[in-house]
């Protein structure tokens, strides 16, 4: 019943810039932090920006200065503004969150949820 729904994804060329947005919906209670992992042949999934329901960020060493996570709660989405893309930056990005779906009665259990993925290219 819930479902994290990504766009934005696509092929740039180095240097360009992409921007990719995350909207949570279904039966939700309410959602603690939001962000982005990603992926690329052959690697462990990894980290690339997190945000909390109170704005506190997180960033992979990796994107630093160049990525740009936030966050719109009223529309349950985040967004990765992602600038001076890198070949290394190609990989699968997914979106996830930890958030309290309705179905979890009076416990307010949290769960984590993932979309389904989205490429994101660069070619050099």
């Known amino acids: 019943q819930v479902e994290l729904v990504e766009s934005g994804g696509g092929l740039v060329q180095a240097g360009g810039s992409l921007t990719l947005s995350c909207t949570a919906s279904g039966s939700i209670f309410s959602i603690n932090h939001m962000g982005w992992y990603r992926q690329a042949p052959g690697k462990q999934r990894e980290l690339v920006a997190t945000i909390t329901s109170v704005g506190r960020i997180v960033y992979a060493d990796s994107v630093k200065g160049r990525f740009t996570i936030s966050r719109d709660n009223a529309k349950d989405t985040v967004y990765l503004q992602m600038n001076s893309l890198k070949p290394e930056d190609t990989a699968v990005y997914y979106c996830?969150?930890?958030?309290?779906?309705?179905?979890?009665?009076?416990?307010?259990?949290?769960?984590?949820?993932w979309g389904q993925g989205t490429q994101v290219t660069v070619s050099s």
């Open positions: 996830n969150s930890d958030l309290v779906p309705k179905t979890s009665g009076y416990s307010r259990a949290t769960y984590r949820y």
